[in-house]
C-alpha cells in the first residue's frame, strides 16, 4: 500500500473541458508536490505547496494543499492536448523531512 | 548541464544474476533516491540517503542494497535478479526538504 493514493487512475477528457486529480492520505506532510511525466523521461516538477489551505496557480492548472496538510488536488482549466501525460503527486511526511514517496499516478488524456 | 546519470540505459539479465546500476549527481545535492516504477504503480521508493554516509530503506527494499559511494554518486545492487525485478529504475537527488527533486532518464531492467 502506498502512503499516497491518487484518483483516478486515468482520465480521458475533450479538449476544453476541465479535470480534477486528487492526492490522499491518512499522514502529515510538510509539503506536497506534483510532477508530471512524459513517456521516456523523468518526473519534472510542476510545483511545491507547503502551507495548509495553500493554493497555487500555474497558467491553467491550480494545487491545493488540504488545511490538514493530508491531500492536495490538481485542477486543470480548459485543457488542451498538450496536457496529455502522467501526473504524480509527492510528498513529504512529517516524521522523515529525507523521505519522498509518490502516489500511483493519474494518466491523462485530452483528445483534440 | 548534466544533472543526474544514470547507467545503463538498459539490461536484460538472467535469473540469479547481479548487476549494480550507477547513478551520479553534478548539482552537489544532500540527497539522493533509488524508485522503481510498474504499470499503474507509480513510483516506488526502494532506498534512499539523506546525505553522504546514510542510507535508509524505502517501501520497497528487499531484493535490493545500495552504496552512497561519495556524495557525487549513490549505486543500487541487484545481488539475484528475480522476473519481479523487471521494472524501469529511476535515480533522483535533491538539495533539501521540500524542494525540486531532479530524475535521470532511467534504467530499463528485464530479468528472464
Known amino acids: 500500500t502506498q502512503l499516497l493514493e491518487q484518483s483516478p487512475q486515468f482520465l480521458s477528457i475533450q479538449e476544453g473541458e476541465n479535470l480534477t486529480v486528487y492526492c490522499n492520505s491518512s499522514s502529515v506532510f510538510s509539503s506536497l508536490q506534483w510532477y508530471r511525466q512524459e513517456p521516456g523521461e523523468g518526473p519534472v516538477l510542476l510545483v511545491t505547496?507547503?502551507?495548509?489551505?495553500e493554493v497555487k496557480k500555474l497558467k491553467r492548472l491550480t494545487f491545493q494543499f488540504g488545511d490538514a496538510r493530508k491531500d492536495s488536488s490538481l485542477h486543470i482549466t480548459a485543457a488542451q492536448p498538450g496536457d496529455t501525460g502522467l501526473y504524480l503527486c509527492?510528498?513529504?511526511?512529517?516524521?522523515?523531512?529525507?523521505?519522498?514517496?509518490f502516489g500511483a499516478g493519474t494518466t491523462v488524456t485530452v483528445r483534440a | 548541464n548534466a544533472g543526474v546519470t544514470q547507467t545503463p540505459k538498459f539490461q536484460v539479465l538472467k535469473t540469479g544474476q547481479s548487476m549494480t546500476l550507477q547513478c551520479a549527481q553534478d548539482m552537489n545535492h544532500n540527497s539522493m533516491y533509488w524508485y522503481r516504477q510498474d504499470p499503474g504503480m507509480g513510483l516506488r521508493l526502494i532506498y534512499y540517503s539523506a546525505s553522504e554516509g546514510t542510507t535508509d530503506k524505502g517501501e520497497v527494499p528487499n531484493g535490493y542494497n545500495v552504496s552512497r559511494l561519495n556524495k557525487r554518486e549513490f549505486s543500487l545492487r541487484l545481488e539475484s535478479a528475480a522476473p519481479s525485478q523487471t521494472s524501469v529504475y529511476f535515480c533522483?537527488?535533491?538539495?533539501?526538504?521540500?524542494?525540486?527533486?531532479?530524475f535521470g532518464q532511467g534504467t530499463r531492467l528485464t530479468v528472464v
Open positions: 533522483a537527488s535533491r538539495q533539501a526538504m521540500n524542494t525540486e527533486a531532479f
Open positions: 509527492a510528498g513529504t511526511p512529517v516524521s522523515n523531512d529525507y523521505k519522498l514517496s
Open positions: 505547496v507547503v502551507t495548509g489551505g
